[in-house]
């Protein structure tokens, strides 16, 4: 794998990671939701999860419609597809 692509697997990882983190604590404030300090672990968490899909953007493109911006193309339809080398 190439270092490009090594970072940008690490990347992907950290996104996924994050945003298990960002819905498990969802659906705990879905039932504690006066829980000050789940609210600052979701708070803290959304954007370190914004953070890193606003870095996988720039550098590889947007990889979810948080990050896509409303006067680009679409652009991921221009990209390679998964099965064509693209993405992750």
């Not at 940008?8 to 300090?37: C, G, R």
């Not at 991921?76 to 080398?85: F, I, K, L, R, V």
Request: glycine share 4%.
């Amino acid at each position: 794998m190439k270092g490009n692509q090594m970072e940008q697997m690490k990347l992907f990882q950290w996104i996924n990671m994050v945003s298990f983190a960002v819905n498990d604590i969802v659906l705990y404030l879905d039932t504690h939701p006066m829980d000050q300090e789940a609210i600052a672990y979701f708070n803290h968490f959304r954007e370190v999860r914004m953070n890193a899909l606003k870095e996988y953007e720039d550098c590889y493109g947007p990889l979810t419609i948080d990050t896509a911006k409303p006067d680009q193309k679409w652009l991921w339809a221009m990209q390679p597809m998964p099965w064509e080398g693209g993405c992750c």
